[in-house]
C-alpha cells in the first residue's frame, strides 16, 4: 500500500495569518497521464469530510481561492493564504492513484 | 440536490449480523462509483472498498476484504455494507461517498453521506 504521512499533525493558527499543511507519500502519485492522484479533504467538527483539492491542484466546486493545493510526485502541500475561523478541523490528504486508496493521519488545525 | 442518504444508527452484539444502506439522489447512481471510509471513534479515515452499481464491479481494500461484504441494487440507487459477525472493534462512524469521474478523469470524492455510527457491545 501506498503510505500517506502529514506535517505537522497539530496546526495552531491565528485568523489572518497563513497556514501550510505537507503530504508525502511513499511512492509517486504521478500517472503517466500526467495526473497527480493527491486529493486533500477537510473534516470540520461533527460533520463529514468535504472535498477541497483533487489531483493536487484543482479546487473542488465551491472552495475559495485561498486555498491552493501545490506540489508533485511524492511532496504535496495545501496552503491557505489567510486562515479563518471556520477553517478549523481536521485535514486529510488521499491517494486515488493505487488501490487501496490510502489517506494520511490527519492534521488537526485549530487557532491559537 | 445531489446526495447520500445513509441508514440510521445502529447498536448490536457482538456475533451478530448487520447491513447498513446508502442511497444516491440527484444523479444517475449508476454511473459513479460508491466507496465506503471506515472512521474508528477519535480517529482518522480508512478506505473499506469501492462499487461501481453498474455492473457490480467491486475493488476491496486488502485489510477489509474477508471482514465485510459490498453490494448495490441499482435498481434503487441504493448501496450496502454488510457483515455477518459483528465485533467490538468494528464500533466506528461508516461514510458512503461518491467517487467522481472514470479513470483518466477525476473529480475527487465529491459526495460524502452523513455516516452511520454502528457500536458494537454486549
Avoid at chain 1, 493505487?98 to 490527519?106: A, I, K, L, V
Avoid at chain 2, 461508516?94 to 470524492?109: A, Q
Wanted: aromatic share 12%; charged share 15%; hydrophobic share 30%.
Amino acid at each position: 500500500d501506498i503510505v500517506m504521512t502529514q506535517s505537522p499533525l497539530s496546526l495552531p493558527v491565528t485568523p489572518g495569518e497563513p497556514a501550510s499543511i505537507s503530504c508525502r507519500s511513499s511512492q509517486s502519485l504521478l500517472d503517466s497521464n500526467g495526473y497527480n492522484y493527491l486529493d486533500w479533504y477537510l473534516q470540520k467538527p461533527g460533520q463529514s469530510p468535504q472535498l477541497l483539492i483533487y489531483l493536487g491542484s484543482n479546487r473542488a466546486s465551491g472552495v475559495p481561492d485561498r486555498f491552493r493545493g501545490i506540489g508533485s510526485g511524492t511532496d504535496f502541500t495545501l496552503k491557505i493564504s489567510r486562515v479563518e475561523a471556520g477553517d478549523v478541523g481536521v485535514y486529510y490528504c488521499m491517494q486515488s492513484l493505487q488501490s487501496p486508496t490510502t489517506f494520511g493521519p490527519g492534521t488537526k488545525v485549530d487557532i491559537k | 440536490e445531489v446526495q447520500l442518504v445513509q441508514s440510521g444508527a445502529e447498536v448490536k452484539k457482538p456475533g451478530e449480523s448487520l447491513k447498513i444502506s446508502c442511497r444516491g439522489s440527484g444523479y444517475s447512481f449508476s454511473n459513479y462509483w460508491i466507496g465506503w471510509v471506515r472512521q474508528l471513534p477519535g480517529k482518522g479515515l480508512e478506505w473499506m472498498g469501492i462499487i461501481y452499481p453498474g455492473d457490480s464491479d467491486i475493488i476491496y481494500s486488502p485489510s477489509f476484504q474477508g471482514q465485510v461484504t459490498i453490494s448495490a441494487d441499482k435498481s434503487i440507487s441504493t448501496a450496502y455494507l454488510q457483515w455477518s459477525s459483528l465485533k467490538a472493534s468494528d464500533t466506528a462512524m461508516y461514510y458512503c461517498v461518491r467517487r467522481s469521474g472514470s479513470y483518466p478523469h477525476y473529480y475527487g470524492i465529491d459526495v460524502w453521506g452523513p455516516g452511520t455510527t454502528v457500536t458494537v457491545s454486549s
